[in-house]
């Protein structure tokens, strides 16, 4: 706003609002009905005939009286009794009207002296009585009706607005130095707002600005987040709505307000409209199974026309975000509409260690924290997923009282996240116990021994969550291919609980059941997806996956033979057994280590991948005398920079320099991808 602009609305006369002038008014209608109705109605008055009237005065039994004058020579007499009424125990009341016109008080004073004298105007009473009680509903109506729907939708002239939120820069502090792991994303939203502040650097080429952009990707990997900050960093009206705002029970209310949105964008463009979960309104137009959603599809009508129609206008870009863009209308991602369509996926391991970099701003590290290695323990991990982690290790920190927060809080604060808190609570009996550690420990050793399986990071028989046990693995690296051998490692990795109890119980148990089921999927993905069998070959025998809440496929048609499929489901238990027989013949090999480790978990409960690697090796854990006799010593050299950005090392260190070399530290210890028990 301009100070031309400000100066001028400083200067405009303030109108009194209507709203404080009809609370007055109201108020001071109850208060007139109250005193009119205090004031006058004194108990139920007793008609009274002129002749009873003059007995009772020669009688005195008349206590007071009040000569009334209407005008035009009209008069009644009220007053009260010297009798008590029974019901009431008040003096009772009566009132008798004058048999003729014209009667003087100095007639009525001579034989009631008693009697005063007042006139009234004529019909003011009545004309109160029949006004007030209106006044009062109108003033009722107003505040039940008119205001309440003003403070939930706008009003009932105002139910088909938009109700989108503009945005300023002040009121969002968050910028693009806040948002990390997703570099491409911010690249291209980068563009789109160098292009507001700068069109003619790409218009001189013929170039024109996207008219919408759509992030989409998994819960938590900040769509939003990224918003927040376009709306920080644009410098240009930033308006920001939810795709629920636009869907209403009542057919056309929504398009109004889609055509209302665009409207108030071309008064101010160029703009940004952000559209939060859109698939609450670009959901398919496809009747199917239980029809369609005319109030739905017409919203989504709208936004088509509004976007790409005959009477577009540039300026308005729309930015949308959704983690269900399967579900969405083809016509809403078409180019024209939705010219980009960016994939905001879960961070890679640089990512996760820049985000949880910029979450420990927040809270006092101690300086031996390695965040990359921590980030290496967290393969799968969203933004929110990581920013719950730090809170939580913070909360772990302050409740045993300390003044910083360690790698042991980061860690407990990861395997809460991931896994679900301790239950300790949980008590189990000596088998039980046994039962476990055996089951652990044997997925630990299978794990350790095999060549391409991941490095074990923890083993422990503390119960979290559903599971009585856990086996974590660390990945060394993010891997976005799976090798035919990396993955029959993992089945006989995940058949090693099960094997264990075989050789040392002499019996199996249900706490194998979440292993086998994992094992069958990725048996049966092995065979039916990426072709990693011999008799079968490289086909796939994939079934489809359509969404029978579109209704785009009633029923499903397998495109393979049932020889076929009893194939598969042979190979699928051939690969299977083939995975067990191994992780037995480990085990027996290994039959020593076995039993050192189980009694191990048994006693510690928790042992580390750098033990379980000793007892493997070793058939028991090290001392610290003898770990520094076999780990030959190593020159350490400075580690390369996360970003490719070079570190300065002549200069004095400050704290983001600290922060980022103990971000770039790669650490030693390996972390998990669990095993439940």
């Known amino acids: ?3 031309e602009d400000q100066s001028d609305k400083e200067s405009s006369p303030q109108k009194f609002p209507l709203k404080h002038l009809a609370i007055w008014f109201l108020i001071i209608a109850v208060m007139v009905t109250f005193f009119q109705f205090f004031q006058h109605s004194n108990g139920i008055r007793e008609k009274m005939k002129w002749g009873t009237f003059t007995n009772l005065v020669a009688e005195k039994k008349i206590s007071r009286a009040t000569l009334v004058s209407e005008g035009h ?5 009220t007053g009260e009794l010297t009798e008590h009424d029974a019901a009431t125990g008040d003096f009772k009341k009566f009132r008798v009207d004058f048999p003729y016109k ?6 009525l004073m001579d034989h009631a002296p008693f009697i005063n004298y007042e006139v009234q105007s004529p019909y003011v009473r009545e004309i109160l009585a029949g006004f007030l009680p209106f006044l009062l509903l109108l003033g009722l109506l107003y505040f039940l009706f008119v205001r309440q729907m003003r403070m939930a939708g706008k009003g009932a002239m105002n139910f088909g607005k938009s109700r989108a939120k503009l945005l300023t820069r002040t009121k969002n502090k968050i910028t693009f130095k806040d948002v990390a792991g997703v570099e491409e994303a911010k690249e291209e939203v980068e563009e789109i707002i160098e292009f507001l502040k700068d069109p003619k650097k790409f218009q001189k080429l013929g170039g024109r600005i996207p008219k919408g952009v759509l992030l989409m990707g998994p819960p938590g990997t900040g769509k939003t987040l990224i918003a927040k900050a376009v709306a920080s960093e644009a410098e240009v009206p930033f308006f920001s709505i939810s795709g629920s705002d636009f869907v209403e029970m009542f057919v056309g209310v929504g398009a109004s307000r889609v055509r209302d949105m665009f409207e108030q964008g071309r008064k101010n463009a160029p703009c940004i409209v952000f559209i939060d979960e859109i698939d609450a309104v670009g959901r398919s137009r496809f009747s199917g199974i239980g029809g369609g959603h005319d109030e739905r599809e017409q919203t989504l009508n709208a936004l088509l026309v509004e976007m790409d129609g005959f009477d577009t206008q540039e300026g308005v870009i729309i930015v949308a975000a959704t983690n269900r863009p399967d579900v969405l209308d083809n016509a809403l991602l078409r180019p024209g509409r939705f010219d980009r369509q960016i994939m905001v996926d ?3 391991l640089n990512g996760r260690a820049e985000i949880l970099e910029i979450h420990a701003r927040k809270i006092k590290l101690k300086e031996n924290v390695n965040l990359k290695q921590l980030a290496r323990g967290t393969p799968g991990f969203s933004g929110a997923d990581l920013a719950n982690l730090v809170n939580e290790s913070a909360l772990y920190a302050a409740r045993r009282g300390a003044e910083s927060v360690d790698i042991a809080d980061l860690e407990e604060a990861r395997d809460k996240v991931r896994m679900g ?14 039962l476990t550690a055996y089951h652990e420990a044997g997925h630990a050793l299978v794990f350790a021994d095999l060549e391409h399986a991941e490095p074990v990071h923890k083993v422990t028989i503390i119960p979290r969550g559903a599971a009585l046990g856990l086996t974590m693995q660390l990945p060394e690296k993010d891997s976005y ?5 990396k993955l029959e490692a993992m089945l006989i990795g995940l058949m090693g609980g099960r094997a264990a109890e075989e050789l040392a119980m002499d019996d199996i148990t249900t706490g194998a059941s979440s292993d086998i089921e994992r094992a069958t999927s990725i048996a049966r993905s092995m065979v039916c997806q990426f072709g990693m069998n011999d008799k079968l070959g490289p086909q796939s025998f994939h079934a489809s996956e359509e969404h029978l809440w579109l209704g785009r496929e009633v029923t499903k048609t397998e495109g393979f033979s049932e020889q076929t499929a009893m194939l598969i489901d042979e190979e699928i238990s051939s690969i299977l057994r083939q995975s067990y027989a191994e992780a037995i013949r480990i085990l027996t090999e290994k039959r020593a280590e076995l039993d050192t480790m189980s009694q191990l978990l048994l006693e510690r409960e928790t042992i580390d991948g750098r033990e379980v690697v000793e007892i493997l090796k070793y058939n028991r854990i090290l001392s610290p005398e003898e770990r520094a006799e076999l780990e030959p010593e190593s020159v350490e050299e400075p580690p390369p920079p996360l970003s490719g950005e070079a570190i300065p090392v002549d200069e004095p260190e400050s704290e983001d320099v600290k922060q980022k070399k103990r971000l770039t530290d790669e650490g030693d210890a390996p972390i998990p991808d669990p095993s439940p028990a």
């Open 421 to 434: 808190p301790e239950r300790r609570s949980r008590l189990m009996d000596e088998h039980e116990k046994k």
């Open 73 to 77: 020579g009209v008069y009644y007499i």
């Open 481 to 485: 291919t799976q090798s035919k051998k």
């Open 1 to 3: 706003m301009s100070s």
């Open 346 to 348: 879960l961070p890679s």
């Open 102 to 107: 014209d009667v003087h008080a100095e007639w």
